[in-house]
């Protein structure tokens, strides 16, 4: 993914992954939605982490070299690398119980047969997920209305006659039969 720099994925995954294969891949054929999913919003628990396929070996490697950086001050680039794979571990049931949140149907994926995904923990992880979801706003949406109010509103009454006119089309075909 190149361009790497301290703290460059404390907030936000790199724009020049390949979303289309990786859409495709994910069960998304016919989808072109938008799912916005804030990284911090339900922390899954340390249990969780160690059961997803690279969580053990990772979190256990991590610790390792923690240790030996410390006391010998070498294998700074090995310790970001963990630390990198540390965070796609964090991602992963995030991401997993936010698509499950979102779309229940999604379960029948293959991804959802591997053991994490049938623990208590990851239940208990999407249920919270779920919560958050609920909560959570999309940024983009504040910074279209920051960034661009008139347009904003101009948005939000053109949504409001369009809605009026459905209803009224509906009405009519209603009416009609």
């Known amino acids: 993914m190149g361009q790497w720099a301290d703290g460059v994925w404390d907030k936000a995954c790199s724009s020049k992954l390949p979303f289309g294969p990786m859409r495709k891949l994910a069960g998304c ?12 919003m339900a922390e899954p628990p340390e249990c969780l982490l160690r059961l997803t396929p690279m969580g053990e070996w990772v979190c256990d490697a991590h610790a390792a070299v923690q240790e030996e950086a410390i006391r010998t ?17 964090v991602v992963f049931p995030q991401d997993a119980a936010a698509t499950l949140a ?6 029948c994926h293959p991804v959802f047969e ?5 623990a208590a923990e990851f239940k208990e992880h999407t249920t919270l997920m ?3 979801l609920g909560t959570e706003n999309n940024p983009m949406d504040a ?3 920051r960034v661009f109010p008139g347009v904003h509103h101009s948005h939000q009454a053109n949504q409001s006659s369009v809605d009026g006119m459905c209803k009224k089309v509906e009405g009519l075909i209603t009416v009609a039969k």
Do not use: M, Y
């Open 73 to 89: 001050g070498k294998h700074q680039k090995t310790l970001q690398v963990l630390c990198f794979f540390c965070q796609l571990n």
């Open 143 to 145: 910074d279209s209305e």
């Open 102 to 107: 979102l779309c229940a149907e999604r379960s």
């Open 114 to 118: 591997l053991p994490a995904f049938s």
């Open 130 to 132: 779920g919560q958050s």
């Open 29 to 40: 054929l016919n989808s072109s939605k938008f799912c916005f999913n804030t990284k911090t």
